[in-house]
């Protein structure tokens, strides 16, 4: 799929990571928490709550709180009933999705949330005049959808219909495994069309040009230049009695010394850790863990300038593979919980639909550390290279954080496989993301954060005509395994799975085409009195409704 935004580059997702870092005293919390208001900080500005523009992770979150789709996730990431009256009516042939809509779902103008306004969004994210980069979400989906972002058919072709105000039929291209994990995702929330077009330009830009059906509505944002803004209680939302807190503050960190103040001032109660930060507090009472499915890896590009790279021997890509301890690189570099990647997919994302075996545990390990193989096959790369030293080039952002990791991973490839050189090249993250696209590079970092409940959000990545497979990776076999998946087995979940099982060994076992670093996970310092804050393993990263503050 091709959802770029949530395929943020390595370096953004480090930023996003490390800038909102803090620290705490723990001795210093000793102001009880206020139900009425509570204050958390986030990493980067708030861009927008046009679900139907482009996003950014500050925007996913922000929307997930105020906006609400036909289905939800509840604290344990199960798909529950949102706007929807239930789950859908599906056809025999899975093409036919029947949904019935919550007739007290209201939007904060108290107005009814109808199947029009459904209707009206989804055809705002495939028109091209107004289309997301999310649109391939719908493109990939619903019948009609190409044709129309292409400018081929009318808006009005889209398959989905409103037959009353409360009832929607959507017609999919074709059986769809994830379509109800899709209808959970920003995109496919609701728009009201007369609120949208009375606002024009100024949609979604501000919290007083935006119209809420969510758990909170939006207070105090001026736009993306705002680096503060307040989530209050929805009292026009459906299920307004299980929501417990009334106002949640939020700023904008992106220092480090900045959050430590914050917290330790009981100015923030909450706010993510890493790096030295992490290991500082981990043993603090007020030190979290969450569990998070954003997989770090290494793309191993092939051809250059239209040219066979030295990264298209496959014995050199299993030698670089081979050669990187990652667990010294998540216990001593990172810290924060993150552990090593021995797969594409992450751990505690998907589950085998016959066993609830986890993919992780059916694929098993790939490219696991090991020295003496990685010189084996270094061995064997020089000889089929015809050369003994090789300088391969190491693309990244000019992050402090970007460059230790790099320092750590240059000094893996040069100790283990002697006649290596790695080049270290930082520059500014649009600078680098820019040359990964145009292919203009040995290797760069990369990270994937899923927008979906599937395996094909990761595996469609290597596809050899995925837009965004910039490595020049081409394996018929792979592309027959992952491509069936998506059409002769889509409506048979068991033969399905095994495939995906089958393609992320040539991937990696046959073809080691990119090298997976780690699974991260999030540390975050949080008030011992707080609960209920839901960090999602897909979708949108947070949901606030389910928070509490205990009595003390």
């Not at 103008?109 to 209707?119: C, E, I, M, N, P």
């Not at 289309?131 to 019948?143: M, N, Q, R, T, V």
């Not at 044709?147 to 999919?172: C, H, R, S």
């Amino acid at each position: 799929m091709h959802y770029f935004k949530k395929s943020l580059p390595f370096i953004a997702i480090l930023t996003l990571l490390l800038l909102t870092a803090c620290g705490n005293d723990s001795n210093k919390s000793a102001e009880k928490t206020s139900p009425d208001k509570i204050k958390f900080l986030e990493t980067s500005e708030l861009l927008t709550l046009n679900t139907t523009a482009e996003e950014d992770f500050a925007s996913f979150t922000a929307q997930n709180q105020v906006f609400e789709g036909l289905y939800t996730l509840d604290q344990k990431d199960n798909f529950v009933p949102g706007v929807a009256d239930g789950m859908p009516k599906i056809s025999a042939d899975q093409t036919k999705y029947t949904i019935k809509l919550k007739k007290d779902a209201k939007w904060s103008d108290g107005s009814q949330v109808t199947a029009d306004d459904f209707v009206y969004a989804w055809r705002r994210a495939v028109d091209p005049k107004t289309a997301p980069g999310y649109s391939a979400l719908f493109k990939d989906s619903i019948k009609n959808a190409t044709e129309i972002n292409a400018g081929k058919l009318p808006v009005t072709e889209l398959g989905a219909v409103a037959t009353d105000d409360t009832t929607l039929e959507i017609t999919l291209k074709k059986p769809v495994p994830y379509f109800i994990s899709l209808l959970s995702f920003e995109t496919f929330f609701p728009q009201k069309e007369s609120y949208v077009k009375e606002q024009g330009d100024k949609y979604g830009t501000d919290s007083e040009h935006t119209l809420y059906n969510g758990p909170f509505v939006m207070k105090d944002w001026g736009g993306n230049i705002t680096n503060k803004w307040t989530y209050a209680k929805n009292d026009n939302y459906w299920d307004k009695d299980n929501v417990n807190v009334k106002e949640i503050d939020v700023q904008v960190a992106k220092d480090i010394n900045a959050g430590v103040n914050l917290y330790n001032t009981n100015e923030a109660d909450r706010a993510p850790l890493s790096g030295d930060f992490a290991k500082q507090y981990k043993d603090k009472k007020d030190f979290l863990t969450e569990k998070d499915a954003l997989i770090s890896y290494l793309r191993m590009n092939q051809k250059r300038d239209g040219k066979a790279t030295p990264l298209a021997n496959n014995a050199l890509r299993h030698a670089l593979n081979l050669s990187v301890d990652k667990k010294q690189l998540t216990d001593r570099i990172l810290g924060d919980g993150s552990f090593p990647a021995n797969g594409l997919l992450p751990k505690d994302f998907v589950q085998n639909p016959t066993t609830g075996a986890d993919f992780r545990t059916d694929s098993g390990d790939h490219l696991v550390y090991n020295k003496e193989e990685a010189l084996k096959y270094w061995k064997q790369a020089q000889k089929e290279l015809g050369t003994n030293n090789l300088t391969i080039e190491l693309l990244g952002d000019d992050q402090e954080t970007t460059k230790t990791i790099f320092a750590y991973l240059k000094a893996q490839f040069e100790d283990n496989l002697p006649g290596v050189t790695i080049k270290v090249k930082n520059m500014p993250s649009k600078s680098a993301t820019q040359l990964t696209a145009d292919g203009d590079y040995d290797l760069s970092l990369a990270a994937w954060m899923p927008d979906f409940k599937d395996p094909w959000t990761y595996s469609s990545l290597f596809l050899s005509d995925y837009y965004n497979n910039h490595m020049s990776y081409n394996s018929p076999e792979y592309d027959k395994l992952v491509k069936s998946t998506d059409t002769t087995l889509a409506t048979k979940p068991e033969e399905r799975w095994n495939a995906f099982v089958a393609s992320e060994k040539v991937l990696l076992d046959d073809d080691a085409a990119i090298l997976p670093l780690y699974q991260h996970q999030t540390a975050v310092l949080q008030r011992t009195d707080i609960t209920g804050v839901q960090k999602h393993a897909f979708g949108s990263p947070y949901s606030y409704k389910f928070i509490q503050v205990k009595n003390q």
